[in-house]
């Protein structure tokens, strides 16, 4: 394993922490104590993922640094924060996060987080058997990776890129919660359904004419979600 990772906390005992655990399963590591040097390393340096904690200290909270870091890399980004509200996830996805690990966590937690993660990035590619899909406004080209609303195209992460893919692959059926979590995210996260929801909520404020009524990605209460329009063909 010769993955390299990125800790960046302006607490040395975590940072310790952190380091100890990851390098004892095989990663490299480096770490940067505030929001300037994690920039400048993910620039210099290259790492193949950043375990970014939100609260940091000179001005640039994680929050500025994922922004920034989404203008020239898209490296998998993994938030440490204190909670993990709802709102802290949106907040979070809008800048560009992957993912979020709760403080205090586990060994076992965190491998297996930076493990699904690294894994989302480097799953090979699906069979495509369909050009893409139609369905309204949108626009998915599976072959490409490009979402299009009314002839524009939509910037997406390659983690949202999957549910929505995930989604339309499965025009007008539903699909579950932790069918979704399973594909999308991995076999771990297939409890995690208010991690699902927070994600469905960003991708809606990008796809949908209107968020809080969607007419897209539309909510099956107690089961899942199902990608819908009347007029969905496949080409």
Same mark, same amino acid.
């Given at each position: 394993?010769?993955?390299?990772?990125?800790? +960046?906390?302006?607490?040395?005992?975590?940072?310790?922490?952190?380091?100890?655990?990851?390098?004892?399963?095989?990663?490299? +590591?480096?770490?940067?104590?505030?929001?300037?040097?994690?920039?400048?390393?993910?620039?210099?340096?290259?790492?193949?993922?950043?375990?970014?904690?939100?609260?940091?200290?000179?001005?640039?909270?994680?929050?500025? +640094?994922?922004?920034?870091?989404?203008?020239?890399?898209?490296?998998?980004?993994?938030?440490?924060?204190?909670?993990?509200?709802?709102?802290?996830?949106?907040?979070?996805?809008?800048?560009?996060?992957?993912?979020?690990?709760?403080?205090?966590?586990?060994?076992?937690?965190?491998?297996?987080?930076?493990?699904?993660?690294?894994?989302?990035?480097?799953?090979?590619?699906?069979?495509?058997?369909?050009?893409?899909?139609?369905?309204?406004?949108?626009?998915?080209?599976?072959?490409?990776?490009?979402?299009?609303?009314?002839?524009?195209?939509?910037?997406?992460?390659?983690?949202?890129?999957?549910?929505?893919?995930?989604?339309?692959?499965?025009?007008?059926?539903? +699909?579950?919660?932790?069918?979704?979590?399973?594909?999308?995210?991995?076999?771990?996260?297939?409890?995690?359904?208010?991690?699902?929801?927070?994600?469905?909520?960003?991708?809606?404020?990008?796809?949908?004419?209107?968020?809080?009524?969607?007419?897209?990605?539309?909510?099956?209460?107690?089961?899942?979600?199902?990608?819908?329009?009347?007029?969905?063909?496949?080409?």
């Amino acid at each position: 394993m010769d993955e390299k990772i990125l800790v +960046v906390d302006d607490e040395p005992r975590l940072v310790r922490l952190a380091s100890e655990i990851l390098k004892a399963v095989g990663y490299q +590591v480096i770490a940067a104590a505030n929001g300037e040097s994690a920039l400048e390393m993910v620039a210099l340096e290259q790492p193949d993922l950043v375990l970014l904690d939100i609260v940091l200290p000179h001005g640039l909270d994680g929050y500025e +640094v994922c922004r920034r870091i989404r203008e020239f890399s898209d490296v998998p980004v993994i938030m440490l924060t204190a909670k993990a509200q709802e709102a802290d996830l949106v907040r979070g996805f809008e800048v560009g996060a992957d993912d979020y690990v709760t403080k205090p966590f586990s060994a076992k937690e965190l491998v297996m987080r930076v493990k699904a993660v690294l894994r989302r990035y480097q799953r090979p590619d699906e069979v495509v058997t369909t050009a893409g899909l139609t369905c309204g406004d949108l626009e998915i080209n599976y072959a490409r990776h490009l979402v299009k609303k009314k002839g524009k195209n939509v910037s997406l992460t390659p983690t949202e890129y999957k549910l929505l893919h995930q989604l339309a692959l499965n025009a007008n059926r539903v +699909v579950s919660h932790e069918d979704l979590l399973t594909n999308v995210w991995g076999s771990e996260y297939r409890n995690d359904i208010d991690y699902l929801r927070a994600y469905i909520r960003y991708l809606r404020r990008k796809l949908e004419p209107d968020p809080d009524n969607p007419q897209y990605i539309v909510t099956i209460s107690g089961v899942g979600y199902m990608l819908t329009s009347p007029d969905s063909t496949a080409s």
